[in-house]
């Protein structure tokens, strides 16, 4: 069964002037054809409020920002700090060092002053036992003549 022109378009002239009547009433209902002043001022208070919001929003991005530049701000002085701290640890090292070194060339001098000592006692030694020796076998070829010249 095929559709005859003269019925698609009676059929084209109903369906059409049907739904402009009920189009612009169902447009009107859903605000969505032309705007009433209530749904623009609707509009605009909502465009205030999202406005209103970003700006807020922007405010607290900002504080954070700062609050981080602060942060970073004491991170770095600690980080100052502590290199002072670093530094000084490094010259008490230091002092160290040379107090160390100190009694390193104290304890040399000792050694070489007792060196000394030892040498001066063993030069004696050897000078007493040279004497002792001396005086014993002049003692001794003394008493061996007295005691061959006896009669």
Excluded at 70 to 99: L, N, T, Y
Excluded at 126 to 145: E, N, P, Y
């Amino acid at each position: 069964m095929s559709i005859q022109s003269s019925d698609l378009e009676f059929v084209t002239e109903h369906v059409s002037e049907h739904v402009k009547r009920h189009l612009t009433e169902w447009l009107a209902e859903r605000n969505l054809g032309k705007s009433s002043p209530m749904y623009e001022m609707e509009i605009r208070e909502r465009i205030v409020r999202v406005e209103e919001e970003l700006r807020h929003q922007r405010e607290l991005m900002k504080q954070g920002f700062e609050q981080m530049e602060k942060r970073f701000e004491q991170i770095d002085k600690r980080f100052e700090q502590i290199d002072k701290r670093f530094e000084q640890m490094e010259k008490r090292f230091e002092q160290m060092e040379k107090r160390f070194e100190n009694i390193d060339q104290h304890f040399e001098q000792m050694e070489r002053s007792l060196d000394a000592r030892f040498e001066n006692m063993n030069r004696r030694l050897d000078r007493f036992m040279i004497w002792s020796f001396g005086l014993t076998v002049t003692m001794a070829g003394t008493v061996i003549t007295v005691l061959k010249s006896w009669p």
